[in-house]
T-cell receptor, first 111, second 117 residues
Framework: GQSLEQPSEVTAVEGAIVQINCTYQ??????LSWYQQHDGGAPTFLSY????GLEETGRFSSFLSRSDSYGYLLLQELQMKDSASYFC????????????FGSGTRLLVRP | DADVTQTPRNRITKTGKRIMLECSQT?????MYWYRQDPGLGLQLIYY???????NKGEISDGYSVSRQAQAKFSLSLESAIPNQTALYFC????????????????FGEGSRLTVL
């Protein structure tokens, strides 16, 4: 089976940098995704890492270490609109390649 | 128009009633999913389908059934709703041919909020 762990809440100040960690256990790993969800809204895709290293997309970056079963999402130059929940999700290398989600990290950005 | 459309967006029903949530997509994707979201529990996979003839159970399929009527349509049914099925339900799609940086991308509908009294 698969399991993912991420902190339940993180608070940061506008303009700062915040890192949201995710550790996972899976029987066959294929990649790690990150999603953002604002209250009452649909999850939206942010990034995907299949290989070790850092992927950068604007203010957001995502990192993966396959040997450590660990990844993180890095948000720079935080803005108030970044207040949302962030989910990591594992794509499993079994017959299904389905995505299994973590329970999410609620980020509160304060002025 | 949204690429992934869910109906109804909100529904209040009573225990024991049969409920169907519908999902249609215009993205041309083969893969479709139903997820359930409870506060603090993230997204849990109920069922998924990789084509019209392929239906698979997810993590929490008990009490639910699905039908893949066409490539573009995937419906979720609660045969006899119970209060602990009160949740936000999301339909999602993905592209079989996604590779590279978008390989882990799902496209979600806006959600269907179901309340069972």
């Amino acid at each position: 089976g698969q399991s993912l762990e991420q902190p339940s809440e993180v608070t940061a100040v506008e303009g700062a940098i915040v890192q949201i960690n995710c550790t996972y256990q899976t029987s066959g790993f294929y990649g790690l995704s990150w999603y953002q969800q604002h209250d009452g809204g649909a999850p939206t895709f942010l990034s995907y890492n299949a290989l070790d290293g850092l992927e950068e997309t604007g203010r957001f970056s995502s990192f993966l270490s396959r040997s450590d079963s660990y990844g993180y999402l890095l948000l720079q130059e935080l803005q108030m609109k970044d207040s949302a929940s962030y989910f990591c999700a594992v794509r499993s290398r079994d017959s299904s390649y389905k995505l299994i989600f973590g329970s999410g990290t609620r980020l509160l950005v304060r002025p | 128009d949204a690429d992934v459309t869910q109906t109804p967006r909100n529904r209040i029903t009573k225990t024991g009633k049969r409920i169907m949530l519908e999902c249609s997509q215009t993205k041309g994707h083969d893969r479709m999913y139903w997820y359930r979201q409870d506060p603090g529990l993230g997204l849990q996979l109920i069922y998924y389908s990789f084509d019209v003839k392929d239906i698979n159970k997810g993590e929490i399929s008990d009490g639910y059934s699905v039908s893949r009527q066409a490539q573009a349509k995937f419906s979720l049914s609660l045969e006899s709703a119970i209060p602990n099925q009160t949740a936000l339900y999301f339909c999602a799609t993905s592209d079989l041919l996604s590779t590279g940086s978008t390989a882990g991308e799902l496209f979600f509908g806006e959600g269907s909020r179901l309340t069972v009294l």
